[in-house]
């Protein structure tokens, strides 16, 4: 008898750490690894990629106060400036490998660009 009961005991004991443990989160985590890198989006979102001497994408519709950052992905430097007939002037510096430039549009309209430095570069915005 004495056994037994010893035997429930220790049953009630496992099962309540189990539950305490449960409540707590303590069981192996299920969040899932998170997925490496997510598919670039193509006309959207408010980020532009410059590699291998091009605006990527282009075009990009956003809008009207979206912040577009662009991003130098390569090793030559690359300039952002609005062409003539821009809603809204854009002038960046030159951006080294890995430098960044963020311009927030404001004003509706179509904006094409190019890099100064290398004028077949082009882009075009549309903020709407
Ligand atoms: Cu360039």
Known sequence: ML???????CTACIVIVILTCMAAGCTSPQTTP????????????????IKNFAFVPTPL??????????????????????????????????????????????????YTYHCSIHPSMKGTIVVQ
């Open 34 to 49: 998170a997925t490496a890198a997510s598919p670039t989006a193509t006309g959207e979102g408010n980020t532009i990629a």
């Open 3 to 9: 056994k037994h009961s010893r035997l429930v005991f």
């Open 61 to 110: 519709t956003v809008k009207s106060g979206t912040a577009i950052t662009w991003t130098n992905q390569d090793s030559a430097p690359h300039t952002i400036v609005s062409d003539t007939g821009s809603p809204v002037p854009i002038v960046s510096d030159s951006l080294s490998t890995g430098a960044s430039f963020t311009f927030t549009f404001t004003q509706p309209g179509t």
